[in-house]
């Protein structure tokens, strides 16, 4: 589905009045939380994988809607954490879906645990119906290195010219401000990354801006020229984050827009502590749905592009930025060693190419 034509990018979006669309359930096993969204559109319907929890416990919910408001929950988690001595044996968080075709989905989230994972790292799922998801076996295919020591979350990655870039939070070990910031990495397989060798999206130099403490959470899209930001931002009182939009022409070399995107909520409404985690997709013009909360908890709500929003023109994509990608993608291929374990089915269709044709990404 194409973009509708747009041409500005400096104005905050609208929340839509009814929010949240997505709360806990009472008695369930999200009923503390339903935060960090992730929505595909096909179409024709709408699908939303999440994060919920309860009592400590998080998990990886699904819900569906015809119209990006209403939504229907599947009653169970479709991903929970990995047995005693696995990656992700304490935690799971979102993450980023992407549909190759009508039955075959690729999921990538991120594990924690208590031992040799406790920053976080990156796993992959695969799932014929987006329901039932089969973990690889060889998690997890992003691991800390020096530039992400400290913590690795968040990924999001978007598949072109058959390859998969990710875009993901990070925190270095020798970075003296240890703030998080996004970084980038690019597979020509889904399971092996090449890290890109720095941050390409910082906070602000500018202290009294909202996003001068931290920057996660990165949602990208890119309309067929150039590639949008949206991400989550905090100042240097590392308290209620607010969402902001960035652009390139490349994927790395990000210009911030001028304003907040989308800001807290009034007194005592649903978002007034925090908005964050956004997830923006093509349905009904550009909508962006994101976590807020306010003194407990967590919600998901939405919220639209104004008139006349647009994802800023640059000139073309420098070909050797591209080249430099591509080639340190193919090494990492090539000298990587792989895991011993074999590769699922799903995975194996995947690595033999019949993928063409996404028609989703998020």
Same mark, same amino acid.
């Given at each position: ?195 890109? &060798? ?116 640059? &000139? ?24 011993d374990a074999q590769l699922t089915v799903t995975t194996a269709t995947l690595l033999k190419g019949q993928m063409e044709g996404s028609i989703g990404t998020t």
């Open positions: 589905m194409q973009p509708p034509p747009l041409v500005r990018a400096d104005q905050e979006w609208v929340k839509y009045t009814g929010n949240p669309i997505l709360g806990p359930t009472p008695g369930s096993w999200d009923q503390d939380f339903t935060i960090a969204p992730r929505v595909i559109f096909d179409g024709k319907m709408f699908r939303m994988w999440y994060v919920g929890g309860h009592s400590g416990v998080t998990a990886i919910g699904y819900a569906t809607s015809l119209d990006g408001i209403s939504w229907t929950k599947y009653p169970n988690p479709v991903l929970t954490h990995g047995l005693p001595g696995s990656f992700d044996s304490a935690q799971l968080g979102l993450g980023s879906v992407l549909q190759m075709n009508a039955s075959f989905f690729l999921m990538w989230y991120q594990g924690s645990n208590h031992i040799s994972f406790m920053n976080g790292a990156v796993g992959l799922a695969t799932s014929q119906d987006g329901i039932t998801w089969v973990k690889y076996e060889g998690n997890p295919v992003l691991r800390s290195t020096a530039i992400d020591r400290l913590v690795v979350a968040n990924p999001f990655v978007v598949r072109l010219n058959n390859t998969f870039n990710m875009w993901y939070t990070g925190k270095s070990e020798s970075d003296p401000s240890q703030t998080t910031r996004i970084l980038y990495a690019t597979s020509f397989d889904g399971i092996n990354w090449m890290k890109w &060798p720095h941050a390409v999206f910082s906070p602000s130099a500018d202290p009294e801006m909202w996003d001068s403490g931290a920057v996660y959470s990165a949602s990208v899209f890119y309309d067929g020229a150039n590639f949008g930001l949206w991400y989550s931002g905090l100042n240097r009182s590392y308290v209620n984050p607010r969402i902001g939009f960035a652009s390139a022409p490349d994927g790395a070399t990000w210009t911030r827009s001028s304003s907040l995107l989308l800001g807290l909520g009034g007194p005592e409404s649903w978002d007034s502590a925090g908005v964050e985690q956004p997830c923006v997709v093509i349905g009904y013009g550009y909508m962006l749905y994101y976590d807020g909360f306010s003194s407990v908890g967590g919600s998901i709500g939405l919220a639209r592009a104004p008139q006349g929003f647009s994802v800023p023109e640059f &000139p073309a994509v420098p070909v050797g930025f591209l080249l430099i990608m591509m080639v340190s993608a193919a090494i990492c291929l090539l000298h990587r060693k792989r895991p």
